[in-house]
């Protein structure tokens, strides 16, 4: 545990307690007082209610319209499943950026439903809303529709010959079943939807403000760090609170449940009922994932001259005046692959070495150490990246200058996803086979290299694949840290879209399509090289 504790603690808690410090920390000492004086403000006020109800309006019609997807994957058999189950898991490890761009390009001024209907939404709720169903589709369909197939069918089926009904026999059967998955997708999709801030940043306007976005804008433009600092622990409080009463449902979902394979659950659907439910899951997969995408990257070809690669061809070059970059923006797809994979190795070293120590000790130290690992995901990127600035200044870690600054913020998104998806196929390796491997006279680095790699190179492949995903769209905290003449895909694409002129427009829409698409092939590579569903994700 000490190379994973050490890496948390300097370059996770320590800028995140340097700002906070920062904030209300003065030569009188500490100013608790300006919390009260913040949490105060009309604004503040106004940000905190807005950032809640849209978390809990985003949950709510996700679950509404993902958990039909989720049954259909679960139940039934189609040609082209395994393809529609790659499609609809594109959205969720696609940078927020992308998909605030994808879904400007169909819901924005000149957009899709501009053109054709004269319809506008963006700057207006509904289209974060949408973008966030887009986003977390995957999250309900991969974690309640995963468990859903294993339940055995003939449960609900003696229920239904004892003389209840088809809606009775799931509400009292499979309900409480899926009930701590439910809860589970429920909480994720909560998690991502309060922290948001690719999204509602590009699709929000000046009107809509989340507390991540709400920290950037006092940090970046207002330069107010007590009040920064004051929503970071407003937002860490949150995230904890949320993380704990997550771990509590992943207890409950581990509980025995009679499970079988799920090949013994799905067939071919029956019945006019079961093919309309077919065909709208079908409907919503076309209109909710495939269309912001395929008016990405229709946009990206539809330059001032007709439909071609102007755009593309104009990412090659840095020059003219009022340019948005010191260097060409497409220099940003081979810095963006460097660094992701860059921090994809520092993601396995420490994401592996946290899983493997979790797997041979448990506790209550050790327990918490487990829910830590995943506060990344929820604390506020952006006081991170900031964090790196201020903190990160003085030797023997004066990395501001250093091009390592940035695979490192990137780690820190990877690492929960390398120990959500090793941990579980750890713990399942048999300690009998290391103890005999240990008899044999093998040492312990040698029983890991003979018993549990062997066992477990297929879940590191798949952690590699989603820590380089993460890494690549990774954006809160490197659009402080990149450098103008180094700019990742996702910087690059907010600078774009920050200024105006049709061309800076198609060159963000050429460069978001570029980064769906190496994410994309990244997913589909993970699809074929994961046969089974060990792992979180």
Request: with cysteine; glycine share 10%; aromatic share 10%.
């Amino acid at each position: 545990m000490a190379v994973p504790v050490a890496f948390f603690a300097v370059f996770f808690a320590y800028p995140v307690t340097a700002i906070v410090g920062r904030g209300l920390k003065t030569d009188d000492g500490w100013q608790f007082g300006r919390i009260g004086e913040v949490l105060s403000r009309p604004d503040i006020l106004d940000v905190l209610w807005f950032t809640t109800w849209q978390a809990l309006a985003s949950t709510a019609l996700t679950l509404l319209i993902a958990l039909p997807g989720a049954y259909v994957f679960a139940r039934f058999d189609f040609p082209g499943k395994q393809v529609l189950r790659a499609v609809v898991t594109v959205p969720f490890v696609l940078p927020t950026v992308v998909v605030g761009t994808a879904f400007l390009a169909l819901l924005g001024r000149g957009g899709f439903l501009d053109e054709l209907w004269g319809v506008r939404l963006d700057t207006t709720v509904w289209a974060i809303l949408l973008a966030h169903v887009f986003f977390n589709y995957a999250v309900v369909v991969r974690t309640v529709g995963g468990l859903w197939s294993q339940l055995d069918p003939r449960q609900e089926e003696a229920a239904r010959v004892l003389g209840a009904g088809r809606f009775a026999a799931w509400r009292r059967v499979t309900l409480p079943a899926l009930g701590p998955a439910v809860a589970a997708a429920a909480l994720m999709v909560f998690l991502f939807t309060f922290t948001s801030f690719g999204v509602v940043q590009i699709l929000g306007g000046p009107s809509y403000s989340t507390l991540e976005v709400e920290v950037y804008r006092q940090t970046a433009q207002l330069l107010d760090l007590p009040t920064a600092a004051v929503l970071t622990m407003v937002q860490f409080v949150a995230v904890g609170a949320i993380l704990a009463v997550h771990a509590v449902t992943v207890r409950r979902r581990e509980r025995a449940l009679k499970l079988v394979d799920p090949a013994q659950t799905s067939r071919r659907p029956r019945g006019a009922g079961q093919w309309a439910l077919l065909g709208g899951v079908l409907l919503t997969a076309l209109l909710l994932i495939l269309l912001p995408l395929g008016v990405l990257v229709e946009r990206s070809f539809d330059g001032p001259g007709g439909y071609g690669l102007g755009y593309y061809e104009a990412l090659q070059s840095a020059g003219g005046s009022g340019s948005t970059f010191l260097v060409p923006p497409l220099e940003a797809v081979g810095n963006s692959l460097r660094y992701a994979f860059v921090a994809t190795l520092i993601a396995l070293v420490v994401g592996g070495l946290a899983a493997a120590a979790l797997t041979r000790r448990a506790g209550p130290l050790v327990r918490g150490f487990d829910a830590l690992l995943m506060l990344p995901l929820g604390v506020s990127a952006v006081t991170v990246g900031f964090g790196f600035l201020i903190t990160l200044d003085k030797p023997p870690l004066d990395l501001r200058t250093s091009w390592i600054l940035v695979p490192l913020a990137q780690a820190l998104v990877g690492v929960p996803f390398v120990v959500r998806t090793m941990l579980p196929v750890l713990r399942a390796v048999d300690d009998r086979l290391r103890e005999a491997a240990a008899v044999l006279g093998a040492s312990p680095l040698r029983a890991w290299r003979e018993v549990d790699l062997p066992l477990v190179r297929r879940a590191v492949l798949v952690a590699a694949g989603f820590a380089f995903a993460v890494s690549l769209g990774e954006f809160g905290a490197t659009v402080f840290i990149a450098r103008p003449d180094n700019p990742t895909l996702p910087v690059a694409v907010a600078r774009l879209l920050g200024r105006s002129g049709e061309l800076n427009y198609g060159q963000a829409m050429a460069l978001s399509t570029i980064l769906m698409l190496v994410c994309a092939v990244s997913l589909l590579l993970l699809e074929r090289i994961r046969t089974d569903r060990s792992g979180e994700f």
